[in-house]
């Protein structure tokens, strides 16, 4: 069994938190001490982020941890590696969260078998709609590799019924239309679309984009399967670059949110 | 022929590679202009404003100075530079202008490369009662200061863009962002026959007025149809603009001419057609300039309308099936070309026009005989003055 699949079992009716950090900022090695370092505060899945160069559906904090990343020379073959070296110490569920671009240009049947071969749980690609999605998703069946599609504020009832069936591992629930990146307020539209999309799937939703705060974490998970924090999670490492401490501190921070 | 598919596919190219928020816009989108396309109220305001207050139809100009330059080719000159605020950006522009209204948004947002698109749409919204935000690179700002200056004056707000190369890709990038932040009342006008399903078609069947014309012009003063077709390629509007109604005439050969920027081997060009691998970026699957880790490469072209690391998917797709063939030519070139139609013609091209201009050069030297050729014209120069004073 997947080990997403595997985690919501285990979770039972506790909601899973999620954390997503950028690969490679500040640099890779951090990145594998924060993975490793989540797993004991309370973070049930994490989703690397793989820098791109375009990343339009990102708002500016994890665009300049994109760029921060790929000036470090991160690449996609590199954060393979380092996923197969934190599965030596760790069985944390790791998706991927990337542009589709650097997929297709990897190869899909190709990215599916190196990813999974890495020990990679699951990928999430923002610009990859489940229409253009199907060779993709054929391969990731294969080899029991988590698709985890999309629904939106704006997402119709029609729409819905086909993404939960694209989707795999979980469901992502963008909270507002827009991009990545805090926000004061989280609109209350998503209590109404996942009732709608419940009707059609017991497969978990998750909800993320602009969730930032212990109480914002705490309100969504009373609807929602699990919360996913980005953007405040890369500011904290970005508020600690060069700190000694950077990796105890956001630690700190992520369990802070995931109580 | 039929292109695209009913999923926005051009044989594998094309598509609609965007986040989910947008995904029922676009659908809207797609419902909305096909019913268009078969309106005759639509077409008939549509083609008002395309003669009333663009002023078309464009002249199909013999260029017979020219002709007697290059000797082997007789040039006709697809006047699109004619047209109000001097570039052909505006037979689209007032198209999804007219779309967004059907549409009831409020808003339109623009990316911009040269600033002849933000010209167009700023334009466009004005006559409409519209409000306008337009995205440009800060390094287009800075060369294309006149065209900055002519947005406003519309009563557009330009946002200058800091990210990435600081060009059309980052601006497009920045209002794709604006888009899916602001989608229940924006409309985006995309510039070119580029973005997501519906785009490419839509513009592409909005420009297409302009092959439409100079064929019927053509065969009216030539009694026949014409052995070349040149257009410049950036995101390739102008040029599908031009080659689409002659998609059948099989004899008829279109060539699309890229920027190679500094020279292909430099890698300082856009030569996207010639040089790129197939990828997908801002909405559609088609060829890009990129890594080997599918990273997009900054373009470079000292034309700021062609300095963009795509192009339009049914642009690769004529590639692939032959239809079209795609070639280069240098800054430098373009340069020349620019000066070459301002002696020879009285007609100052802007930078992104000159580079068809420059290719005509090697075409001439190419041919057996005397061949005819339509060059699209496609905007003017007045706003490349100033940056190129130095170098000439």
Not at chain 2, 12 to 39: I, Q, R, W
């Amino acid at each position: 069994m997947n080990r997403i699949d595997q985690k919501f079992q285990e979770l039972k009716k506790k909601k899973a938190f999620i954390a997503f950090i950028t690969a490679g900022d500040p640099n890779l090695q951090t990145t594998e001490e924060l993975v490793l370092a989540f797993e004991g505060a309370g973070v049930d899945i994490v989703e690397l982020g793989i820098p791109f160069s375009d990343p339009l559906a990102d708002g500016p904090t994890i665009q300049a941890a994109s760029q921060r990343s790929l000036q470090k020379g991160t690449t996609l073959e590199k954060v393979f590696d380092l996923v197969q070296k934190i599965r030596t110490r760790s069985q944390i569920p790791i998706c991927l969260m990337m542009y589709y671009n650097p997929i297709f240009h990897y190869g899909e049947e190709r990215f599916v078998a190196r990813a999974k071969a890495c020990g990679v749980d699951g990928v999430i690609v923002p610009d990859l709609p489940p229409e253009e999605a199907k060779s993709l998703i054929r391969y990731a069946r294969a080899k029991d590799l988590a698709t985890v599609f999309f629904i939106a504020p704006t997402t119709t009832q029609s729409r819905i019924k086909h993404i939960v069936q694209a989707s795999s591992g979980f469901i992502y629930y963008v909270s507002i239309a827009g991009v990545t990146g805090a926000r004061q307020n989280i609109p209350s539209s998503y209590v109404k679309q996942i009732q709608l999309a419940k009707r059609y799937t017991k497969k978990p939703i998750c909800v993320g984009f602009g969730i930032s705060t212990p109480a914002q974490v705490k309100a969504i998970g009373k609807m929602a399967d699990g919360v996913i924090v980005g953007s405040a999670i890369v500011s904290e490492i970005f508020k600690n670059k060069g700190n000694k401490n950077l990796v105890g501190n956001v630690s700190r921070f992520v369990k802070n949110l995931s109580k | 022929m039929s292109f695209p598919d009913k999923h926005g596919h051009f044989g594998e190219f094309g598509g609609k590679y965007v986040p989910e928020t947008l995904m029922a816009l676009l659908e809207d989108l797609e419902n909305v202009y096909a019913k268009l396309k078969s309106d005759k109220k639509f077409k008939s305001e549509f083609e008002f404003y395309l003669r009333e207050y663009a002023g078309r139809p464009t002249n199909l100009y013999l260029a017979k100075r020219l002709s007697t330059y290059f000797k082997t080719l007789k040039i006709y000159l697809k006047r699109e530079d004619l047209l109000h605020t001097g570039a052909h950006k505006i037979n689209n522009t007032l198209g999804q202008v007219l779309v967004a209204k059907q549409m009831k948004k409020t808003r339109i947002i623009a990316e911009t490369g040269a600033g002849q698109h933000g010209v167009a749409t700023a334009t466009a919204a004005a006559l409409m009662g519209l409000e306008c935000e337009i995205y440009m690179g800060a390094e287009d700002i800075e060369r294309q200061a006149l065209n900055v200056f002519r947005m406003k004056l519309l009563g557009a707000k330009v946002n200058p863009v800091t990210s990435g190369s600081k060009t059309l890709k980052d601006a497009m990038n920045e209002a794709i962002r604006d888009w899916v932040t602001n989608v229940s009342n924006t409309f985006y006008i995309i510039g070119s026959v580029a973005g997501p399903h519906p785009y490419p078609m839509m513009v592409r069947d909005f420009q297409s007025v302009i092959g439409r014309e100079a064929r019927k012009q053509f065969v009216t003063k030539e009694k026949k149809l014409p052995d070349y077709l040149v257009a410049c390629v950036g995101g390739g509007s102008n040029a599908m603009g031009l080659f689409y109604s002659f998609f059948n005439d099989k004899r008829v050969k279109m060539i699309g001419v890229e920027a190679a920027g500094h020279g292909l081997s430099s890698g300082q060009h856009s030569a996207t057609l010639t040089e790129g691998a197939i990828g997908v970026l801002h909405g559609s699957k088609s060829n890009l300039l990129q890594t080997k880790d599918g990273q997009i490469k900054i373009a470079h072209s000292i034309a700021a309308g062609l300095d963009y690391p795509g192009v339009g998917p049914e642009h690769s797709y004529f590639k692939k099936v032959g239809r079209a063939q795609y070639v280069s030519v240098t800054d430098q070139e373009a340069i020349g070309g620019l000066k070459l139609l301002c002696k020879q013609e009285g007609i100052i091209p802007a930078l992104e026009t000159s580079h068809a201009i420059a290719y005509l050069e090697k075409l001439a030297r190419k041919v057996k005989g005397q061949k005819s050729v339509i060059v699209c014209l496609s905007g003017r120069g007045d706003k490349d003055v100033a940056s190129i004073k130095n170098l000439i």
